[in-house]
């Protein structure tokens, strides 16, 4: 059974086809094959969402499925059924699960004890859906529309700012060595890439650079990233982080420091004035609702190849 819970868990070349699929599933949206058809896929949402619940929804729809989204708050896994017995039961319902929850230890015990694919719509750890969708359109800026998309990405360089210990960063970690990229990070000390993700970046063979200095992280970057400061969970730390972080906001000079037609992406929802100014998020070089039409096609394209 194939699961999709981290960026490693698809080769190189699976990835540069599902590249090639995601930009077909666009090209075609409405006129392509309906591999989901018959089937029902589980969403089963612990945290609230925008992008990953519509752009998953509509995504089975038109892939022909039929999705059902599941709070966990609505179903008996939030009063206490334990994670192996309910993803027991749903095997006995459904095709597959799409899960957006705080710990990986939970998506990947679902993965175990059930008998269907898993897909991994954001935990604290990881957030793979996001970063193959961020490398897709950057990727397609760069190749062109017939151009080798993954090829496109290689030796390219990457900067992500500010909480360098969470999901995206994490993810970039893993993604950029999936996809022949270069990554520096840059955050303060405290936020630093934690023993779990170094541990798994070594076992992978996975380079990466940490900086306190935001300005030494984003020259010679070709995309300059960041995150919200705080995210779903962390809301107590919430002054800490504004007073910590704000040196790695992502503003006009440090935009500007890095490659001169360097992408600015963020994975949404941005709080501007915050972690990025208005000024960059106006800059016809950001690509933020790129990126969230993405998630659309590159979620497509893993679905339908999960399904086969």
């Known amino acids: 059974m194939r699961h999709f819970l981290k960026e490693t868990d698809f080769s190189r070349a699976e990835v540069a086809k599902l590249f090639t699929s995601a930009r077909e599933l666009k090209r075609k949206r409405g006129r392509h094959a309906k591999p989901l058809a018959g089937q029902t896929w589980a969403m089963i949402f612990a945290k609230s969402s925008t992008r990953t619940r519509v752009s998953f929804e509509v995504a089975i729809h038109e892939l022909g499925g039929n999705p059902l989204f599941l709070n966990t708050n609505d179903i008996q896994i939030g009063r206490g059924e334990t994670i192996a017995d309910t993803a027991k039961v749903l095997s006995r319902f459904v095709h597959g699960l799409v899960v957006r929850t705080y710990a990986q230890s939970d998506l990947e015990e679902l993965a175990a004890h059930g008998g269907l694919p ?30 080798d998309l993954l090829a496109s990405l290689r030796g390219r360089k990457v900067a992500f700012l500010g909480d360098t210990r969470f999901n995206m960063a994490n993810s970039w970690i893993l993604g950029a060595h999936l996809f022949g990229m270069k990554v ?31 300005y030494e992280a984003v020259a010679g970057a070709d995309v300059v990233y960041t995150d919200v400061w705080t995210s779903m969970g962390q809301e107590k730390e919430r002054a800490k982080r504004q007073k910590l972080l704000q040196p790695y906001q992502v503003n006009g000079k440090l935009f500007a420091a890095a490659k001169k037609d360097a992408l600015f992406m963020h994975c949404l929802p941005a709080h501007a004035g915050e972690e990025v100014t208005q000024e960059v998020l106006d800059n016809p070089r950001c690509i933020i609702f790129d990126e969230a039409e993405n998630r659309l096609h590159m979620q497509k394209a893993i679905l339908g190849k999960l399904s086969s």
């Open 118 to 147: 898993v897909i991994n719509a954001l935990t604290d750890y990881l957030h793979p859906c996001q970063i193959y969708t961020d490398a897709f359109t950057a990727a397609e800026r760069w190749a062109g529309p017939k151009g």
């Open 184 to 214: 520096a990070l840059a955050g303060p000390k405290g936020y630093e890439p934690g023993a779990t993700i170094m541990e798994e970046a070594m076992r992978i063979g996975a380079e990466f650079d940490f900086t306190t200095d935001p």
